[in-house]
């Protein structure tokens, strides 16, 4: 067991070394508006028509971009010549570096400048670890719902994160309940957090019987298993912004259920998938 959990771990850091290079290598450019995860560039002379809105990564402009510039996670980073005819919205640059002081202060656009990305996902994803040590049995609870209802979990996580701005707004209309829109996008982060640990958790256990069926991992190596997997195919250009999506409404979507009890999720879902 100890020999196979060694080459585990060798495997994952290659893995992680492997995924990360080309991240770290570039900035994906854009030339049309619309929603993007991660670092984006818009090149010296290219026009982009339309709002620009970049998740956990920074918006380097060296064009035109005709609309609003948001970034939310990262950093506006204006260059010699770039224009932005809207407005300018920044969401999560300072917070980020007071949660995680090692994350990328300002933007190092330079594909031979390492920006930190790797370090910034295993953060993100660590939280997760900080979020089981804390509340182990509601993840426990996340994760008997995700065990036994996949699809809902996933169904319940896509209306969740499309319910997130309608609600707001209705408490926003009602003036006194304002407090509680706070209190709506707190619970959504926790839950995205719960759903991962869950999520990694179970991924680990499931790796850990497949190397030494007869032995079962401790919680603590399943999720740093698990983390170590998600972290790594989140890094994958492409396919590691499917997972970073699936992850978090799959994790959102477990946590909803977790509060609600098994007659409600087996009467909606019927029974029970079989566990094996």
Known sequence: ???????????????????????????????????????????????????????????????????????????????????????????????????????????????????????????????????????????????????????????????????VIPLAVLLAITILLIPLILLEFVFVLAGVFLGTAALALLIGRRLCELLSPSTTPTPLVALLAGIALITAAELVPVVGTLVLIFVGLIGLGATILSFAGDAFASQISGPPMATG
């Not at 900035?27 to 028509?49: I, K, L, M, N, W």
């Not at 202060?105 to 996902?121: G, I, K």
């Not at 670890?129 to 036994?148: A, G, K, Q, W």
């Not at 996933?154 to 209306?159: D, E, I, S, T």
Request: aromatic share 8%.
């Open 1 to 163: 067991m100890k020999r196979r959990l060694m080459m585990l771990i060798v495997c994952v850091a290659v893995a992680l070394g492997i995924s990360s290079t080309p991240a770290r290598a570039e900035s994906q450019a854009v030339y049309h508006g619309g929603t993007y995860f991660g670092s984006v560039v818009v090149e010296p002379g290219q026009v982009v028509d339309g709002d620009l809105t970049v998740i956990f990564g920074d918006a380097t402009i060296a064009g035109v971009v005709q609309g609003d510039v948001n970034v939310v996670g990262g950093n506006y980073d204006p260059r010699p010549g770039g224009i932005v005819t809207g407005q300018i919205n920044q969401i999560g640059g300072a917070v980020t570096q007071a949660v995680v002081p090692w994350a990328p202060a300002e933007s190092t656009y330079n594909p031979f400048v390492p920006d930190h990305r790797l370090l910034w996902r295993l953060s993100w994803n660590l939280l997760a670890l900080l979020v089981f040590l804390i509340f182990p049995l509601r993840t426990r609870m996340v994760l008997d719902r995700l065990e036994r209802h996949p699809g809902l979990s996933v169904a319940a996580g896509v209306l969740g994160s499309v319910a």
